[in-house]
């Protein structure tokens, strides 16, 4: 499977011994995080940091075109394909995350490692209702759990990640419980 790769560094960071490596995701992918985050991103490049932007399996160019989250949308039938086949996508995307890291450490010598996690959504106003239908035409936005989520679960299986930023992920997992919206 290939996994899309975007490396961002600076000539400081692709001479330097052990640079530290930041590993970014998000749900829309590298782009959208890349033009959303752009004054971070050089901000950390300028610091002597090279940031990697991972677009795993179903995020930014790996999406298939057309296929919506919503309930009906073609997300929700591949993801419960994969729970029928005993995978999950979120067990394949963390899959690709470590796969990049991998390949990252085979690039030669690497310093301290990063992961950064990204929701790009703008949280729903606190007067928004959220228990619209189902087929309403103008739904509230969904979250995007996947890059704090992926982060943190990468972080359990590697040793050297030393840094975990998770932006944007869910409040708790209890909330999840809380209401069917």
């Known amino acids: 499977i290939p996994v899309p790769v975007l490396m961002v560094r ?4 692709a001479e330097a011994k052990s640079p530290r490596t930041i590993v970014a995701l998000a749900q829309r992918g590298k782009q959208v995080l890349l033009k959303q985050k752009t004054e971070t991103i050089a901000r950390l490049v300028s610091q002597g940091a090279r940031v990697v932007l991972v677009d795993v ?29 005993g995978q999950t996508i979120l067990g394949q995307q963390v899959s690709d995350v470590r796969t990049v ?13 990063s992961l950064w996690g990204e929701g790009l959504v703008e949280p729903n106003d606190a007067n928004s209702s959220l228990a619209a239908p189902l087929d309403a035409e103008r739904l509230p936005s969904l979250s995007e759990p996947l890059g704090a989520l992926a982060a943190l ?5 590697e040793d050297d990640v030393d840094t975990i930023f998770a932006r944007g992920g869910l409040v708790s997992y209890r909330s999840i419980l809380d209401s069917a919206y």
């Open 10 to 13: 600076s000539t400081q960071a």
């Open 57 to 85: 399996r179903g995020a930014g160019e790996t999406q298939p075109a057309g296929e919506g989250r919503g309930r009906s949308g073609g997300v929700t039938g591949r993801s419960a394909s994969e729970w029928m086949l």
């Open 101 to 113: 890291l991998r390949w990252l450490r085979q690039q030669g010598p690497n310093g301290p490692i």
């Open 153 to 157: 679960i990468v972080a359990l299986y």
